[in-house]
């Protein structure tokens, strides 16, 4: 006898998948009369293996895309599959991830408020979280990453894995770093200026100050002059020559879109 499957074609055109047992028959002599053919319908469960297979192919697809370092993680914190793009952010083989912990590359400043929203995710009490923190790459440099991790569960609520997708954003910190300390930098000259500054929009509507200014005009806080229009600080026999000279030295100016 032998077990094999086949695809047979129905009446109506359908692709009918049948799991057969074919065995011969003998009569008492022990001569071939013919073969018994037994077949059970199998269709439905071909179907579900068909998707199933196509949507591992789509998984695996996007896993393997260079976008965004993503990792499969047991409950244990150790890895059950990481792409290649995660070990190129963390500077590691794949070799090398395998015999690491995601706990071993956090710095170690910001293991404990990860932690917590771990421990969340296995109480149930939230299903997925995003933040930023920081790794220790292999060479011992840090990182900034942004980091969103979910979790599947079983069908009795307990952790099946975690996913965790991880961005580096090192060199976008490092901008918003520079950005702001460039601010403060100029916040500082700006303040220390022993000149009457004030700075407006191409409307005229104040945006800053200085501190010189602000005590000329008798005022507190520059909160009193934001919002506020510059010509409301210009004696009325001079307000038309202001304007007349505000408006010629943005004659040539393109005005953004949305102003």
């Known amino acids: 006898s032998s077990n094999e499957e086949w695809i047979s074609m129905a009446d109506d055109g359908r692709r009918v998948y049948l799991e057969t047992i074919k065995t011969p028959m003998y009569d008492d002599d022990g001569t071939v009369l013919g073969v018994l053919g037994i077949g059970r319908d199998i269709s439905k469960r071909k179907m579900a293996q068909d998707k199933l297979l196509e949507s591992e192919a789509r998984f695996r697809s996007y896993f393997e895309m260079p976008l965004h370092g993503i990792a499969l993680i047991s409950p244990d914190n150790s890895w059950i599959e990481v ?19 995601w706990v071993e590359l956090t710095y170690p400043d910001d293991l404990d408020a990860d932690v917590d929203q771990l421990n969340q995710l296995f109480s149930g009490a939230i299903e997925q979280y995003q933040m930023e ?14 980091i969103a991790v979910g979790c599947v569960r079983e069908t009795d609520g307990t952790m099946r894995y975690l996913i965790g997708i991880v961005d580096d ?30 700075i407006t929009d191409l409307e005229g509507g104040i945006l800053m100050v200085s501190p010189i200014a602000l005590k000329l005009f008798g005022y507190d806080s520059e909160g009193e002059f934001l919002g506020r229009r ?30």
């Open 230 to 259: 510059i010509k409301e600080f210009i004696a009325p026999e001079d307000l038309e020559r202001a304007e007349v000279e505000f408006a010629s030295m943005f004659q040539d100016v393109t005005v953004a879109p949305g102003r």
């Open 133 to 146: 923190k920081r790794y220790i790459r292999k060479d011992g440099t840090l990182i900034w990453a942004s």
């Open 83 to 101: 792409n290649e793009r995660l070990c190129s952010i963390f500077g590691y083989s794949r070799d090398e991830l395998w015999r690491k912990t």
């Open 169 to 198: 954003i090192t060199e976008r910190i490092r901008m918003d770093e520079a950005l702001l300390e460039s601010a403060e930098l100029h916040r500082s000259i700006f303040n220390a200026s022993p000149d009457i500054i004030v």
